[in-house]
C-alpha cells in the first residue's frame, strides 16, 4: 500500500512539472506584448508622433537560465531582455523575468533605462 502511494504522489510531481520548452516558449509573446506597449505608451506621450521610434523596434534576450534543485521550487527561470525602440535616442530598456511555478506564468520583477545603443547592430 505504501508503494502504492509513494508511486501515486510521484506521478502527481512529475505531473505538476512543466517542460522547459514550454517554459521558454511561454516568454516570447509575454515580450512581444511588452514590446507592443512599450511602444503604445511612448506614441502616447508624444502625442502620436512616430519619429522617435524604430521604423523596427526589437528586443533581445540577453540572458535565459533555468533553475535547478531547490532553486526551482517558486521560480524555475530567469531572463534577461534588452527593449529597442528609440531611434536617435542612445537608449534602452532592461527588463528582467522569472518563471513563477506555481503561477505556471512570467513575472516581470524589474525594469530599467540604460544608456547605450545596441552593441550587436540589427
Not at 523596434?57 to 535565459?64: E, I, N
Request: aromatic share 14%; net charge positive.
Amino acid at each position: 500500500m505504501k508503494k502504492i502511494l509513494l508511486l501515486a504522489v510521484l506521478f502527481a510531481l512529475i505531473g505538476c512539472s512543466e517542460s522547459t520548452d514550454r517554459i521558454e516558449n511561454k516568454l516570447t509573446p509575454y515580450l512581444q506584448e511588452d514590446l507592443k506597449f512599450m511602444i503604445a505608451e511612448t506614441m502616447r506621450t508624444s502625442n502620436n508622433d512616430r519619429a522617435a521610434i524604430l521604423d523596427t523596434p526589437y528586443y533581445r534576450v540577453k540572458d535565459f537560465r533555468l533553475f535547478e534543485g531547490a532553486e526551482s521550487r517558486i521560480y524555475a527561470a530567469y531572463a534577461e531582455v534588452d527593449f529597442f525602440i528609440f531611434k536617435d535616442i542612445a537608449m534602452h530598456e532592461k527588463r528582467k523575468y522569472r518563471y513563477d511555478v506555481h503561477g505556471r506564468h512570467w513575472d516581470r520583477y524589474l525594469k530599467t533605462l540604460k544608456f547605450g545603443k545596441d552593441t550587436i547592430p540589427q
